[in-house]
């Protein structure tokens, strides 16, 4: 239930979050060329909590085989309807959960998860999944916001409050090194930590690791 009721709050959200701008273009641009640096032209890539898929279109022409999916079907719906006026053959959307996917048994060479992990209620089962959906060797990329290290202000009074007045998603409150630790254990090897901010360290480390 808790899951639907985070799903219900994108869905509410979806055309207001449409309309935000990237806070830091800059380091956007950063994550996006080393995520291309990291995938080969005959990929086939899948994409968790895809929003309205600004990062698919950026990146799906790079790769053989795109599947962008979110379990927000509103965030899909405006993806789609972006879609259609900029088509991208080998991209699809899709209303999925990572447990979805890898019930149904089909393997991606590399898994992205942008501003997605710190949203999940199940971060240990969900990166069970993950590590299902690669095979060895596969790549599991990430930006995370970790909100352990963001301000205790935020994270002790000015999130929960967001959160009760329902103007706030769910978000976990793990800092990197948990993070780290999570991701470990779920059967990956970390390869690389970076900071893609243009100023500074915004707590949102970028992780590149691969399935053991």
Known sequence: MKTASDAR????????????????????????????????????????????????????????DYLATDFSSEMIAIASERYAVDLVPNLVFRTATAQALAAERVKYDAVLAFNYLHLLRDLSGTLGSIHALLPSKGLFISKTPCVGEMSPLIRLALLPAMRAFGIAPYAGTFGLIELSQEITAAGFDILDIENHATKGYDNRPYIVARKR
């Open 9 to 64: 709050f994108w869905d509410r959200t979806s055309r207001r979050y449409a309309k935000g701008a990237i806070a830091d273009p800059a380091g956007y641009e950063r994550t996006l060329d080393r995520t291309r640096s990291l995938l080969l032209p005959d990929d086939g890539v899948l994409e968790l909590g895809c929003g309205t898929g600004t990062t698919a279109f950026r990146l799906a022409g790079d790769v053989r």
